[in-house]
Nanobody, 117 residues
Framework: VQLVESGGGLVQPGGSLRLSCAGS????????MMWHRQAPGKERELVAD????????NYADSVKGRFTISRDNVKNTVYLQMNSLKPEDTAVYYC?????WGAGDYWGQGTQVTVSS
């Protein structure tokens, strides 16, 4: 099983980034997909999640209206489009897959997002 994140980097405040997470080794369409983040000295927090078919989406209040989660069940990939980025969005972002039914819980290695001028 692998979850491989990409798309992180350094961006100025107000800028945008799109994170991608490609899954392999499991049945992607049976998994709820989530993005979490962890800033230095803080606990990991759930940023956004999307159900297996994409019909149910939730966001943390801190990112509502700025971030958009989506998934492509043909490409086995989940995305996080991040707009109007703020310095407080700086964190390591992790992709997380949890089976909608039954067992299965997987994490990616994380990708660094730094928002700074």
């Amino acid at each position: 099983v692998q979850l491989v994140e990409s798309g992180g980097g350094l961006v100025q405040p107000g800028g945008s980034l799109r994170l991608s997470c490609a899954g392999s080794g499991f049945t992607f369409t049976r998994f709820r997909m989530m993005w979490h983040r962890q800033a230095p000295g803080k606990e990991r927090e759930l940023v956004a999640d999307i159900s297996s078919a994409g019909g149910i989406i939730n966001y943390a209040d801190s990112v509502k209206g700025r971030f958009t989660i989506s998934r492509d069940n043909v490409k086995n990939t989940v995305y996080l489009q991040m707009n109007s980025l703020k310095p407080e969005d700086t964190a390591v972002y992790y992709c997380h897959a949890r089976a909608q039914w039954g067992a299965g819980d997987y994490w990616g290695q994380g990708t660094q997002v730094t928002v700074s001028s």
